[in-house]
């Protein structure tokens, strides 16, 4: 490698020599590869047309034939084919480009547009310009570049190499532009809340915190944005979403990134039912803009989006599942999970134990049904959702539903809770179990609860957790491949 970088080295001083500025500021493009190929579409084999254009892009591949050369320069958009003849850019230039240009150079061109005889849209160069000159080669063009942590640390080289993560990050931004243009047409207002925090809240998490020089004070990445756009449902506002980051101290794993994408959609005077609606409409909709179909194939299963989504209830899994006969309420989870074989730390708290219960024998069970079509899960214990509204014939079961696909999580809502006397009580809960070693358990936010007490309409609020929902749509085994640059330890052997 060291020998690759020295040559190019070598080559950037020929330029420097001939006072040729090997990064110059700019260069007019008139066409990308997409529009070179949609307005010259029509060229047959052997034609030429009289307009010229410019075009630039990366070096992805080259081959000298005697005095003229054939390369493709690759841009956002594909690539296209480019031709040099030495009787065309003049002896001199040639012989310039063939002592100083290598593979991964960026390359700007002028010239018109040809079809060769074997049917390659051509740009018949006049003139060309190095706009970027490498200094390091690209990755082994046949083999690629295939192993994982590599991929993940030089994104930028995997992105080049592998054009099908390309894809998926053009997905994920279709996805995000689908997702505000669905809300907004259906009257959403878009807005921001504070990523930093002086209280982390709006979920059981732990956070990432982090000191403020000038106030003084400790403050906190959020973990939810949920509790400050219930603070706009206070001031009025009855329908908004935010679509933003939020982060939270936890492992990382094909599931789990602790720097995530989160929509969040709240609306005034109507219950978790309305989030089903929206929830299984809008998902729909996406799969029909990216895929052209109400169904989508993921890991050899085809899934299928019609409507309206099948529901079961919580307490309805642990009994097919398990073979308990109680409800979820009157269950004792701890005797639960021994009588399991799920081995606990004497200080687990319960609602990990529910979470190890349910990924160790609920989960499995919804992969293997909603790989064909996703599923609602309803009715979840109020004491692990302290911000939702409890059932009116069961004040133990809380209005929320989680939705599956393929056996990921990929929706949470609940009818929001408004009452700022029970929802004092609930946080105040959820600060002693905090006191007791609980990290994920949530603070009791005055300030919320102020804005409570000046009166919060009914609402619903909706959650979807964006990067596991283009990993579905583009059929990804792995989060960490639809996030253009997921968090790694740090590489201290190359620092």
């Not at 999970?337 to 979470?355: N, Q, R, S, V, Y």
Request: glycine letters at 4%.
């Amino acid at each position: 490698m060291e020998k690759l970088i020295e040559q190019r080295k070598e080559k950037l001083k020929i330029l420097e020599e001939k006072k040729i500025d090997p990064y110059p500021t700019k260069f007019t493009v008139t066409h990308s590869s997409e529009n070179l190929i949609t307005e010259f579409g029509f060229l047959k084999n052997g034609e030429k047309s009289e307009k010229k254009v410019s075009f630039a892009g990366r070096i992805i591949s080259l081959r000298e034939m005697g005095r003229s050369t054939f390369l493709h320069l690759q841009d956002s958009k594909g690539k296209i084919q480019v031709y040099l003849r030495e009787d065309i850019v003049a002896k001199e230039n040639y012989d310039l480009f063939l002592k100083t240009i290598d593979l991964a150079d960026f390359l700007g061109v002028e010239g018109q547009v040809f079809r060769t005889k074997t049917g390659e849209l051509t740009i018949l160069v006049e003139k060309f310009q190095i706009l970027s000159k490498s200094l390091r080669p690209l990755p082994e063009k046949w083999h690629g570049l295939k192993d994982v942590e590599t991929r993940y640390r030089q994104r930028y080289l995997d992105i080049i190499v592998n054009p099908e993560i390309n894809k998926i990050v053009e997905t994920r931004s279709k996805v995000i532009r689908l997702i505000r243009n669905y809300l907004d047409q259906k009257g959403f207002l878009e807005v921001e809340t504070p990523m930093l925090q002086v209280l982390p809240g709006g979920a059981t998490a732990k956070p990432f915190s982090t000191y403020h020089n000038a106030l003084g004070v400790d403050l906190y990445l959020r973990i939810a944005p949920e509790l400050h756009l219930k603070r706009l449902l206070v001031a009025g506002y009855e329908k908004i979403y935010e679509l933003n980051k939020n982060f939270r101290n936890e492992g990382i794993s094909t599931r789990h990134n602790p720097e995530f994408m989160m929509l969040e959609v709240y609306q005034a005077y109507v219950d978790y039912e309305e989030m089903m609606r929206i929830s299984e409409e809008m998902i729909c909709f996406l799969a029909k803009e990216i895929t052209g179909k109400e169904e989508f194939e993921y890991q050899d299963k085809t899934i299928s989006l019609k409507l309206p989504f099948q529901r079961v209830k919580l307490s309805d899994l642990f009994k097919k599942y398990i073979g308990i006969k109680e409800d979820l309420p009157d269950i004792n989870l701890a005797k639960l999970a021994k009588d399991l074989g799920i081995e606990l730390k004497t200080d687990t708290p319960e609602h990990k134990i529910f979470d190890y219960i349910f990924d160790q024998k609920i989960l499995p069970e919804l992969e293997v049904i909603t790989s064909s079509e996703p599923i609602f899960v309803t009715d979840y214990l109020k004491k692990w959702t302290p911000l939702a509204k409890s059932k009116k014939d069961n004040s133990e079961i809380v209005e929320r539903f989680e939705l599956f696909i393929a056996g990921e999580e990929i929706a949470n809502a609940y009818s929001e809770l408004n009452d700022p006397r029970e929802q004092r009580k609930r946080l105040e809960e959820q600060a002693k179990a905090k006191a007791k070693g609980d990290e994920e358990a949530m603070l009791l936010d005055e300030d919320f609860l102020t804005a409570l007490e000046h009166g919060m309409p009914p609402a619903a609020g909706l959650g979807i957790g964006i990067d596991r929902l283009v990993m579905l749509l583009t059929n990804t085994s792995s989060i960490r491949e639809t996030i253009p640059f997921p968090l790694l330890r740090p590489d201290t052997l190359n620092r």
